[in-house]
């Protein structure tokens, strides 16, 4: 999949099957679709009828002329046809190597659904929803399923394009598995969760399908907009000719306009330039997302993305590293701080956690030797308990036990021994949980060594993305089942603009409509079953593709390589596109302002002589000026193509700095292009033709 998502704009792969499809696509059933092109298509129609009567000597104008202007309404057409088929052209080979995961497989049809149970051979295709397999070592998954029994890796690079494996396991939030991935130690049984054409996969091959995009909200505002403008210069280009008439009969001189100009001045001030290419744009907004590995199911959830003004993300995996590192030692009085790292070390020494690693790891970063313990017993963790350890066998025989786990669960343990836990290490664990950190008792026998403080790591740069996005008036929630006086401490070192403690998926889903009610686009991601809810009701809704059947269906977008963090990087897509969208909006409408420069003089100097002042790109003569003016608006659709196709570059930029930066670049360059780009048209043709 990554292969094809890695191909070059004009690779000919995509360049060949979009030349024959902007031909195909002049059909008029596709046509009607685009207003503002549909104009154009007519106008090529009508030039090239009035071109074949003028070369049986009917009209005033010369064959050459309205042939040449009716040749490039037509390039305009095929330009913008190009467009839209380049950006379909790259969703469909996101598609078809999607369609080449979809093999006919044969599973293992388990009579019952327990492992062990006698099984016969199953084509994919003819399982159903319900039905229970076994996959083991070696075996493709069939079908989308849930496990419902074993643990084992799984290689998902065909669908993630990561090579690292994946555990999946029954129960939690990491037991569903995706048709077309591979089993690749100890065995699975599954639970199949669809019918034959509703997996995953085909889901994925549905959404990339660019001929399928709906149009979204913001484009029929937009198109709706064009539409108008189309209208309103097509109203006053037909009333030019009986204008033009009555002009040159009460002058009793002159040149009646005639109509391939008007269809020339008609076309080059529509908006032609935004109308050839919005399709194209949103189109590639899908694309997009694809090549950050995100399937959208819509447009719309694209586009929702970009208009997002609150954030809701989880704390663990997203804001933070989700693995408490341990950061520092705190003796208890009398303790030295090399007694207590020797003791947490030997303590964690059996305990395969990241918590119980990263005790061992800062304890040899100390300089504490790794202690031999080859007459000691493992205590393992247990929900009751809250401690782990290791019982060590002295010289003389006896056990010395060391423990670590919560501080109330040390302080119950000291206490069944006689013993009492010292005020100064529970004012030290006070400070730690104070600090957003994990207070971590450690004790030898009946005396408290002291504190390990375990500190959940907000990633690096984090803090400056939220920033970012405050810039852009975007509001970040963490979402946090810790408690509020640490969950208030992480959002202040990761610099979140508020928080939700203890939440419960009741608290997630009160709080998006909360913000809903308030008149604001909500975004969030999950991976559980609980997250289903909240999930459904966030205007953008990222799931995890290692997540829950319910958390994907649930969702407007899967996050194929599920990190959490994706969902800065999809708002920022989602605003590109938006970007993207109003840059060339701004772009072709400034783009019509020079053009009335060139074709207005050219149009009607022969009945008002005076006009010639506004000739002030002075051009060859009339003919040539609209040749050229029509020659440059069917050229700069080709030239903005990859503008189109790539985006704007997102800039973490408010509203008003994003319009000024608009106006500046892409208002003022509308401007200035078309007066350099028509003349230098303009001398090329006065030199060869005129």
């Not at 084509?123 to 083991?136: C, T």
């Not at 440059?632 to 903005?640: E, G, H, K, P, V």
Request: with cysteine; proline share 4%.
């Amino acid at each position: 999949m990554s292969n094809k998502n890695s191909l070059n704009l004009m690779d000919p792969v995509l360049v060949k099957p979009a030349v024959l499809a902007a031909f195909t696509k002049l059909n008029p059933a596709v046509q009607w679709r685009n207003p503002v092109m549909f104009v154009v298509y007519i106008g090529s129609i009508v030039t090239t009828l009035l071109g074949l009567a003028a070369l049986g000597g009917d009209g005033p104008d010369r064959p050459a002329f309205i042939l040449g202007i009716s040749l490039w309404l037509w390039f305009t057409v095929l330009f913008a046809n190009f467009a839209e088929a380049l950006a379909e052209g790259r969703s469909k080979a996101q598609a078809d190597s999607l369609k080449g995961l979809k093999k006919s497989t044969w599973a293992k049809k388990l009579k019952d659904p327990v492992h062990g149970s006698t099984w016969l051979p199953e084509q994919a295709e003819n399982l159903r929803k319900g039905d229970v397999v076994l996959v083991e070592a070696g075996d493709m998954i069939p079908v989308d399923g849930e496990v419902i029994q074993g643990v084992a890796t799984v290689d998902e690079s065909a669908i993630t394009g990561e090579s690292a494996p994946v555990v999946r396991e029954s129960g939690g939030d990491f037991g569903s598995v995706t048709g077309g991935t591979r089993v690749l130690s100890d065995w699975l049984v599954v639970r199949i969760s669809v019918n034959p054409g509703e997996s995953f996969l085909d889901r994925m091959i549905g959404m990339v399908e660019g001929a399928k995009r709906q149009k979204t909200p913001n484009e029929v505002a937009l198109t709706i907009l064009l539409v108008a403008l189309t209208i309103v210069f097509l109203v006053v280009t037909v009333t030019l000719l009986p204008f033009s008439i009555f002009s040159v009969q009460a002058a009793g001189s002159g040149t009646v306009v005639g109509m391939t100009a008007l269809i020339a001045l008609l076309v080059c001030l529509i908006p032609t330039t935004i109308g050839g290419l919005l399709s194209a744009v949103g189109v590639a907004g899908m694309s997009r997302m694809m090549q950050a590995n995100v399937i959208a199911t819509s447009g719309r959830a694209v586009e929702a993305a970009g208009d997002v003004d609150v954030l809701l993300l989880d704390k663990t995996g997203t804001i933070t590293h989700g693995n408490r590192q341990a950061t520092v030692f705190i003796p208890a009085p009398g303790v030295s701080p090399t007694q207590l790292a020797q003791s947490a070390m030997q303590a964690s020494m059996a305990d395969e956690t990241p918590e119980g690693r990263s005790i061992v790891a800062l304890a040899q970063r100390q300089g504490v030797t790794e202690p031999r313990l080859a007459h000691s017993t493992e205590v393992a963790f247990t929900a009751q308990t809250r401690m782990s350890g290791m019982d060590v066998q002295n010289d003389d025989g006896s056990t010395r036990p060391l423990r670590k786990g919560a501080v109330d669960a040390i302080r119950k343990y000291v206490e069944t021994l006689g013993s009492k836990m010292p005020a100064e290490v529970l004012r030290a664990a006070d400070d730690v949980a104070r600090r957003g950190s994990t207070p971590l008792a450690v004790a030898d026998g009946s005396v408290v060594l002291g504190v390990v403080e375990l500190k959940d790591i907000v990633k690096t740069g984090i803090k400056e993305r939220f920033g970012e996005l405050r810039r852009m008036g975007i509001k970040t929630v963490m979402i946090t089942g810790d408690n509020k006086l640490t969950a208030a401490a992480i959002a202040a070192e990761a610099g979140v603009d508020d928080f939700l403690a203890e939440a419960t998926p009741e608290d997630k889903l009160k709080l998006i409509r909360q913000y809903q009610a308030e008149g604001r686009l909500v975004a969030m991601t999950g991976d559980g079953t609980n997250d289903a809810p909240a999930l459904a009701q966030a205007d953008v809704a990222v799931a995890m593709n290692s997540g829950t059947q319910a958390a994907k269906e649930a969702g407007n977008m899967v996050d194929l390589d599920s990190n959490p963090t994706k969902l800065l990087e999809i708002v920022e897509t989602g605003k590109a596109l938006l970007m993207t969208r109003g840059s060339l909006t701004t772009f072709s409408i400034a783009n019509d302002v020079a053009k009335y420069f060139a074709i207005i003089p050219a149009i009607f100097v022969s009945t008002y002589p005076q006009l010639g002042v506004l000739n002030v790109m002075r051009l060859g003569s009339p003919n040539s000026a609209i040749l050229s003016a029509v020659i440059f608006n069917a050229l700069i659709i080709m030239f903005l193509i990859p503008l189109a196709l790539k985006g704007v570059k997102y800039r973490p930029v408010g509203a008003a700095a994003l319009l000024r930066r608009n106006l500046a670049i892409y208002g003022l360059g509308g401007l200035i292009v078309p007066f350099i780009g028509i003349k230098a048209i303009d001398m090329l043709l006065s030199a060869t033709f005129f």
